[in-house]
């Protein structure tokens, strides 16, 4: 089974799907902490890396400068519009190509570290899915995990209640989309246990967090309007709010209303980023 031929991903995943442009507005927002993030894993020139689900490709400038000289980055990813992107930010000498990670087209025993970023609460079966990956390792080697938001984001600092509707309005949209069960959205949370289930020692955990005042630079701005505010949340969402409550969203984010969120002095958003290490 290749990328053309695998059977959707939880979250509808297929070689067609193309969210190039969310993906691209998270990494240049969440850049700095993405960057902490890969610096704690203290990589090593001569290194080999896999960028598992490399999206749009960010990651593979920062990844190939921690391992030169004489690394090397490969970026695998399932959807063909993100290996388009992702190729055209490699950096010379990296390599990217376009596969399901569950079979990929990669020698055994062959990488360094993994490096994955927001890629296995995509799968159905998560724990095949690392014990797959695992098996591109070398002895020694490291998967390095990274998932964005594994507590309720804190978006509106001054109105718990809203925050709390929208973010289980949001539930709701995913559950009722894809046909899942709320264990199914929030499984990806347990990454520490998924990897000890799967043979990998020495795990650990470190959270980052994603943390924003005024003034934002724009690419704060943004990710939060364009991907946040128009597509996560928007119209979609009508259907799972009382009509006051919609009102009231939709005006906190309308940059052309008073109200608007991204406006407002007390503004201060919180998100986690938290990376999970493990060796085999």
């Given at each position: 089974m290749?990328?053309?031929?695998?059977?959707?991903?939880?979250?509808?995943?297929?070689?067609?799907r193309d969210y190039a442009?969310?993906?691209?507005?998270?990494?240049?927002?969440?850049?700095?902490?993405?960057?902490?993030?890969?610096?704690?894993?203290?990589?090593?020139?001569?290194?080999?890396?896999l960028d598992a689900g490399c999206g749009t490709?960010?990651?593979?400038?920062?990844?190939s400068a921690a391992v030169q000289p004489g690394g090397t980055v490969v970026g695998i990813d399932l959807s063909t519009a993100h290996v388009t992107a992702a190729r055209?930010?490699?950096?010379?000498?990296?390599?990217?190509?376009?596969?399901?990670?569950?079979?990929?087209?990669?020698a055994a025993a062959s990488f360094d570290v993994i490096w994955s970023s927001n890629t296995f609460n995509h799968f159905r079966d998560r724990l095949e899915a690392v014990k797959a990956v695992s098996g591109l390792l070398r002895p020694g080697g490291r998967i390095a995990f990274a998932q964005s938001a594994f507590l309720p984001d804190m978006v509106f600092a001054w109105d718990s209640r809203l925050e709390r509707l929208t973010n289980e309005a949001v539930r709701r949209y995913y559950r009722?989309?894809?046909?899942?069960e709320e264990r199914d959205l929030a499984d990806i949370r347990a990454i520490v246990g998924l990897l000890r289930s799967a043979g990998l020692s020495r795990v650990t955990a470190r959270t980052f967090v994603i943390e924003r005042?005024?003034?934002?630079?724009?690419?704060?701005?943004?990710?939060?309007?364009?991907?946040?505010?128009?597509?996560?949340?928007?119209?979609?969402?009508k259907p799972y709010l009382a009509p006051a409550d919609y009102e009231e969203l939709s005006r906190l984010c309308d940059p052309q209303h008073p109200e608007f969120a991204l406006r407002r002095p007390d503004f201060h958003f919180l998100q986690t980023f938290t990376l999970v290490v493990g060796e085999v």
């Open positions: 290749n990328a053309a031929t695998a059977a959707p991903g939880l979250l509808g995943d297929t070689s067609a442009r969310k993906l691209t507005l998270f990494n240049a927002f969440a850049a700095p902490e993405i960057r902490l993030a890969i610096a704690s894993l203290a990589l090593e020139p001569g290194m080999r890396v490709g960010e990651a593979l400038g920062w990844l055209t930010k490699a950096p010379e000498g990296s390599l990217v190509i376009q596969g399901d990670l569950q079979r990929a087209p990669l009722d989309r894809y046909s899942l005042v005024l003034p934002l630079r724009p690419e704060d701005e943004d990710y939060l309007l364009e991907a946040i505010f128009q597509k996560t949340w928007g119209a979609r969402l």
